[in-house]
């Protein structure tokens, strides 16, 4: 018998699980910690409230929990409740799939001011993560600006351009909700280091941007390339950026009624954000120009007024004690996905913050067989029961698949009209609805 636990139950978790199940069947126990009381992470977490098909993959996962050796093993942090040691000496392998949950920096002047955040803290906060609940931007503004140009820069603009209405059947909670109805936003710019066939926005998500009730969004025709260079670029590449040419013919009779301006500000890498009484007032700017496919400065420099900034230029991972850490690159140091013999890591964890959610499958399978040529049969190691033991002893409460199916129950049975659910955002609430 094989004895594996994976830290984190998102994707990468839960790939890795099915990896673990499709190599050993019946010969593998596979226990999946989270340090919340409730799993899937990113799913949960990160991806928008607005997009329950995606969301919708949570089944899958679900499924692989609910087979007999599979735990899901809640509310319990890894390096600080149980150490990475404990758990290798429990464990034949011990997978890291902690994703990268924080925001990297962008090192500027201004980054710490009030009313500036990092998308790791503004998604967390109208995702409902017990971390960010208490976040409460002010959105009772009128320039907020948005720095990056990848899908979770969208996410940020879809979810501050919105009305109330077009949030039927998400899932945002309610607290974001609330505060969203007393925006006073007028123009969001989104700004890009580099220009427009560098962006790193797929044509789903970009598209949306297009069918908002009041949300304009404006590209200037002078940062587009010419239209013959659009053929170099990859397919889905070269329709996003058809995409941004169509946003810069809208006539400005088309554009009547819509109250939201976005405007996409290319080669603009921002330099300092400025404040006053410890608050963000504006964004000083610098234009760039390309040079070998990077940004460089032209020492041409602007300013726009902002009162609301979020940062959304990717995120690191969380080192964890006695764990080599990559500091250049935010993630485990590690050669394709083997941290040391019995200890490995997965998904953005080993990768960084890139690819999509199915890109996580294949990382899975690969890690298993890594553990495979490391572990053989196994060492007859104790595996859960081990782990059961230590839980007891230091007095931990762990929340089961069953005590999180209890807590599924009660946020679906609370949620508002239309809504799929209303996420409990306070540990206590979970543990509570759990318990009951
Ligand atoms: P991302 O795709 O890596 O985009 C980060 C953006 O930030 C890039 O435009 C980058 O520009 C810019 N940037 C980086 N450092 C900067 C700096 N110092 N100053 C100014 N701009 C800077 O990251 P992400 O948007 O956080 O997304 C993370 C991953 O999740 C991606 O794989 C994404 O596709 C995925 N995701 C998918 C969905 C979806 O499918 N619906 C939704 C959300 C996220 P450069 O290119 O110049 O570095």
Redesign the pocket.
């Known amino acids: 018998m094989r004895q594996i636990a994976i830290i984190g139950s998102g994707p990468a978790g839960y790939y890795t699980a099915e990896a673990a199940q499709k190599l050993w069947g019946d010969a593998v126990r596979i226990d999946i910690f989270d340090s919340l009381p409730v799993p899937y992470g990113l799913i949960r977490f990160g991806v ?1 409230p607005d ?1 329950q098909s ?1 969301k919708g993959v949570y089944r899958r996962y679900e499924a692989t929990s609910l087979s007999s050796n599979v735990r899901f093993v809640g509310n319990v942090t890894i390096g600080r409740d149980v150490s990475i040691g404990e758990l290798q000496e429990l464990y034949d392998a011990v997978v890291l799939a902690t994703g990268a949950p924080h925001d ?1 920096k ?1 090192g500027i002047a201004g980054e710490d001011l009030g009313n500036v955040f990092g ?1 790791a803290a503004f998604v967390g906060w109208y995702n409902g993560h017990p971390g960010f609940a208490s976040l409460d931007p002010d959105v009772a503004i009128g320039d907020a600006v948005v ?7 969208l ?1 940020v603009v879809r979810i501050l351009a919105k009305t109330r209405a077009e949030f039927h059947g998400s899932d945002i909670v309610n607290h974001a909700l609330d505060l969203l109805d007393r925006s006073r936003i007028g123009k969001i710019t989104v ?4 220009g427009p066939h ?3 926005m ?1 044509p789903k ?1 970009l598209g949306e941007l297009g069918h908002l009730e009041r949300a304009n969004p404006r590209v200037d025709f002078a940062d587009l390339p010419p239209d013959s260079e659009d053929a170099a670029l990859e397919p889905g590449q070269r329709k996003s950026v058809t995409l941004l040419r169509g946003f810069a013919a809208i006539p400005e009779a088309d554009r009547a009624g819509k109250t939201i301006d976005v405007d996409f500000d290319f080669f603009a ?2 330099r300092t954000i400025l404040g006053e009484a410890g608050r963000v007032t504006g964004v000083e700017i610098e234009r760039t120009r390309l040079e070998d496919g990077k ?1 460089v400065g032209t020492g041409e420099t602007y300013t726009i007024p902002a009162q609301l900034v979020v940062i ?4 690191q991972t969380s080192p964890i004690p006695d764990v080599p850490f990559d500091e250049r690159n935010g993630r485990f140091a590690n050669d394709e996905g083997r941290i040391s013999p019995g200890l490995y890591c997965v998904g953005w964890a080993r990768r960084g ?4 959610i199915g890109t996580n499958r294949p990382d899975g399978f690969a890690v298993i067989e890594k553990i495979a040529a490391d572990i053989g049969g196994g060492a007859g190691k104790p595996g859960g029961q081990g782990f059961d033991a230590l839980a007891a002893a230091r007095d931990l409460a762990v929340v089961a698949f069953d005590d999180w199916r209890k807590i599924d129950e009660a946020e679906v049975k609370r949620a508002r009209d239309g809504a799929p659910r209303e996420k409990f955002v306070a540990i206590e609430d979970m543990i509570a609805a759990a318990k009951s």
């Open positions: 928008a997009h995606i990297k962008t998308s720095i990056g140009n990848g899908n979770v820069a996410d700004l890009g280091r580099r560098q962006i790193a797929t998500e890498a921002p940004a959304c230029i990717g995120y913050p890139t690819g999509t």
